[in-house]
């Protein structure tokens, strides 16, 4: 059982350059997220998907895109990198298990974008 | 205006010491989580609470409802507890994993 699983773990980018950030988990969880933690702001949600085909976006969805065409894999698509994303981005998986609710993130990938 | 608050922001400790690390939230939420993440980058959850308190070795965190408040004890500091803590909270009638961060509690326990 890998848990949550993020590649890269860093990146550096030009500004205006695209890339796709991977996600996938092993647990068959239904729920899936993605955050960005930045200094002094805490994690903020980016986009989400309460299963596969269903996505939803979160508190700061502006310049990503998701898709979730499985259960296991829940990708993050940057399509013209701003140094704005320069970044520490985190997905996380949670089952829909009533009294234990409970997430687990991936070791998170490191974002530069120059 | 930010819905989760955390206090301390920074603490220091000498290992041994009870630690306690508060959580207030202004909105009405289903749930709360306190996170560890570690220096790696790495976060584990802790708990989710939705009412009274829970305990798991050292730790124990507790929610007052009616208060908008929770707090995450430590009891025995020790070194290795040196970390990140972030409290974070689901809505009421919102999605099951969209959650509402803090800023979080940086932890440091000296040996």
């Known amino acids: 059982n890998a848990g949550v699983t993020q590649t890269p773990k860093f990146q550096v980018l030009k500004t205006g350059q695209s890339m796709t950030l991977q996600c996938a988990q092993d647990?068959?969880?239904?729920?899936m997220s993605w955050y960005r933690q930045d200094p002094g702001m805490g994690l903020r949600l980016i986009h989400y998907s309460v299963g596969a085909g269903i996505t939803d976006q979160g508190e700061v969805p502006n310049g990503y895109n998701v898709s979730r065409s499985t259960t296991e894999d829940f990708p993050l698509r940057l399509l013209s990198a701003a140094p704005s994303q320069t970044s520490v981005y985190f997905c996380?998986?949670?089952?829909?298990?009533?009294?234990?609710?409970?997430?687990?993130f991936g070791a998170g990938t490191r974002l530069s974008v120059l | 205006k930010n819905e989760v608050e955390q206090s301390p922001q920074n603490l220091t400790a000498q290992e041994g010491e009870f630690i306690t690390i508060n959580c207030s939230y202004s909105v009405g939420i289903s749930a709360l989580h306190w996170l560890q993440q570690h220096p790696g980058g790495g976060i584990v959850s802790l708990f989710m609470?939705?009412?009274g308190k829970k305990k798991h070795g050292r730790l124990i965190a507790t929610i007052n409802i009616q208060e908008k408040h929770s707090s995450l004890h430590i009891t025995a500091s020790h070194p290795r507890d040196s970390a990140v803590y972030i409290c974070a909270v689901r809505l009421r009638g919102g999605s099951q994993g969209n959650l509402i961060f803090g800023k979080g509690t940086k932890l440091s326990v000296k040996p």
């Open positions: 609470l939705s009412s």
């Open positions: 647990m068959n969880h239904e729920y």
């Open positions: 996380a998986s949670t089952a829909y298990d009533g009294a234990k609710n409970i997430q687990y």
